[in-house]
């Protein structure tokens, strides 16, 4: 066999090896997901990387993500966004740990607030508002006014109402929503 069928030969069979190094590439959907379960469904669908955490600071979050065709490091990074944790990669361990960083830790303890009006200005009573994968919600009052502690500015706001279409605005943008 001639240098260059040998060396296209190797070429075949170590590509597929630095693939599989590597791991599969993740796919996945979750709604109001633990954590943990995020996590478990990351590392089984990679087959290479294991998630190291603590689980006393991570059993407690519900996620809401929708990953495709990610590495497994960045679907971590997808499923912690918005919450006061970090990820490393360390050969194949992704280890995931509080945030030592202090503002982003504190991002989840703003205060959003704002009021609902139809379309001649007149206040909506009764408009849920919920902050988007979580259980964080709450009603307009007689004015149409709403007030959500603990909300990323970054996470969505879901604002519904009877006969109405649900609309979706940005929590650092949703200060008056008009319908």
Do not use: H
Not at 10 to 29: D, E, R, W, Y
Not at 30 to 49: C, H, I, K
Not at 63 to 91: F, M, Q, R, Y
Request: charged share 20%.
């Amino acid at each position: 066999m001639d240098k260059r069928k040998l060396i296209a030969l190797l070429c075949l069979l170590i590509l597929p090896l630095a693939v599989l190094a590597q791991g599969q590439k993740v796919t996945l959907k979750v709604n109001q997901t633990p954590l943990p379960n995020a996590f478990r469904q990351v590392e089984q669908q990679s087959g290479y990387y294991k998630i190291n955490y603590p689980y006393e600071a991570v059993k407690d979050y519900k996620v809401t993500a929708d990953v495709t065709n990610a590495t497994a490091p960045d679907a971590v990074k997808a499923l912690i966004k918005g919450l006061p944790l970090t990820s490393t990669v360390e050969g194949r361990f992704i280890q995931v740990s509080k945030s030592s960083n202090r503002a982003e830790a504190d991002v989840s303890k703003r205060s959003v607030k704002g009021q609902v009006v139809d379309a001649d200005g007149e206040p909506l009573i009764g408009v849920t508002v919920r902050v988007s994968g979580t259980d964080n919600g709450t009603v307009t009052d007689m004015d149409g006014n709403y007030v959500l502690e603990g909300v990323d500015p970054n996470s969505t706001l879901v604002y519904s109402y009877i006969g109405k279409k649900t609309v979706e605005r940005k929590a650092a943008s949703s200060n008056s929503v008009l319908w």
